[in-house]
């Protein structure tokens, strides 16, 4: 494989063969951000070492500072001097949380309990994203919001309040909505419960016990009490499974494959990448498990393998939320007929990726019928596909995931937007380039 144009907006991947070799992959995104969330509102020093440098977690890092918490970064390592759970200021101008989600919802349960006025906004992808589901469970508890359509939409304002624990059954299995209730219990008056229908990943519940808050977690309900103090600690953030997912796939799908991920996060919450692989006869092994910082890791090994579709319901996705648009891809190469169903929360992921995903494998020659909730993928039975032109939309993991896909194909793909891999995985291309058999 090369790549051609890797520094503008519009890269065109062309063919290649296995992957092999060595290699790691950047932090997690979603401990990482914890780290900043966490460390900020500690006393004491936090010391991170893998932290990712993608555009989602520097938005959490500028949150921060612009409370005026003192954040040092060299590259992965960032250091941060704590303010404590009340020590954060009021911040002087609008919050721009850019593409992240993760950013926008962890804050908007955080600033609800603290005495101060704020305002979050984002760029056009994440102002169009629901934050209702955040919004009703905080106003219950007596937070003080406003914003677009009934403050369901970004820009936000809120006018933090002594908010009250509450009980909340959460409709969605979602780590953003738990972690902002829970971020906002933290400071409320008595005991916070979030209970889900499905366990959704859990490293705010991790890394909170490592910072020493009052926190406990039975079956899909965790409760946190009123925390007088976090203590500043040492986190070591693992390889993100949801990058590593990328390489697993292609690995999986090209021919003389051999290569190892060494250092992957494998929480039980998020490995559902490997399970749905596995399913599909992908051969990925889990070597060296071992723990860093209340998180399992893990190296995986993975070759060449003949993969076939599957059924895949919203239970199995739920642990690979992110992985949808790179197991689609996998479904384009496999022998026979992939459903996905019970996947409605990706139409409000950075794009609408049921949508967006559907369009791009139609663009380069794959068979397949969008659904309400999911999608039905026609494989190619390992055959290339001729190629094409893509629009990522802004998605990062479509730009990686269809580059996967130029791997096995005849033309090459290019993809236009290719820039927005640097949300998660900056220097994505140039990995690529690295393990691909020329
Ligand atoms: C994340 C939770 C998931 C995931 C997102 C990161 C997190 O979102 O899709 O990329 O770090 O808490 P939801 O909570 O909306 O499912």
Not at 330 to 335: D, H, K
């Amino acid at each position: 494989m090369s790549a051609t144009g890797i520094f503008s907006g519009s890269v065109l991947i062309h063919p290649g063969s296995g992957l092999k070799g060595e290699m790691t992959v950047p932090g997690d995104k979603s401990i990482s951000h914890r780290s900043v969330f966490f460390g900020s509102i500690a006393e004491g020093t936090t010391e991170v070492t893998g932290f990712l440098e993608g555009e989602d977690n520097l938005s959490t890092i500028s949150a921060f500072s612009l409370m005026g918490v003192d954040i040092t970064r060299n590259a992965d390592r960032v250091t941060i001097h704590g303010k404590g759970l009340t020590g954060l200021s009021e911040p002087a101008d609008i919050i721009n949380a850019g593409n992240s989600g993760t950013t926008t919802r962890l804050l908007v349960g955080l600033l609800s309990s603290l005495p101060f006025f704020s305002v979050i906004t984002g760029d056009a992808s994440l102002r169009g994203r629901p934050m209702k589901r955040v919004v009703s469970p905080l106003l219950k508890m007596g937070a003080s919001i406003a914003g677009r359509k009934e403050a369901s939409l970004l820009p936000l304002a809120i006018t933090g309040k002594k908010l009250k624990g509450m009980r909340f059954e959460s409709p969605i299995a979602s780590a953003q909505l738990k972690s902002a209730i829970l971020l906002a219990g933290l400071n409320a008056e008595g005991e916070t419960t979030v209970i889900e229908p499905e366990k959704s990943r859990d490293h705010t519940e991790r890394m909170l016990k490592l910072f020493g808050a009052d926190l406990s977690v039975s079956g899909n309900a965790v409760s946190v009490r009123s925390t007088k103090t976090l203590t500043g600690c040492k986190i070591e953030v693992p390889g993100d499974i949801s990058s590593a997912a990328f390489f697993l796939v292609g690995a999986a799908l090209a021919q003389g494959s051999d290569l190892l991920i060494k250092n992957v996060g494998v929480n039980p919450t998020r490995v559902g990448i490997i399970d749905i692989l596995k399913k599909m006869g992908g051969s990925i092994e889990v070597r060296g498990a071992r723990e860093a910082s209340g998180e399992p890791v893990a190296d995986l090994l993975v070759k060449s393998s003949s993969l076939k579709g599957a059924d895949i319901s919203g239970r199995e996705l739920l642990p690979a939320i992110d992985e949808f648009p790179i197991i689609c891809v996998a479904a384009a190469f496999a022998e026979g007929t992939t459903t996905i169903a019970g996947a409605g929360e990706l139409r409000v992921k950075e794009s609408d990726r049921i949508a967006v995903i559907s369009e791009c494998l139609s663009a380069i020659g794959v068979r397949n019928e969008e659904r309400p909730d999911g999608i039905v993928i026609e494989g190619t039975r390992g055959k290339p596909v001729k190629g094409g032109t893509i629009r990522s939309h802004g998605d990062h993991r479509i730009a990686m995931s269809m580059a996967m896909a130029a791997l096995n194909s005849i033309d090459g793909i290019q993809i236009e937007g290719a820039s927005s891999v640097d949300v998660s995985f900056p220097g994505f291309f140039r990995a690529l380039g690295k393990v691909t058999i020329a």
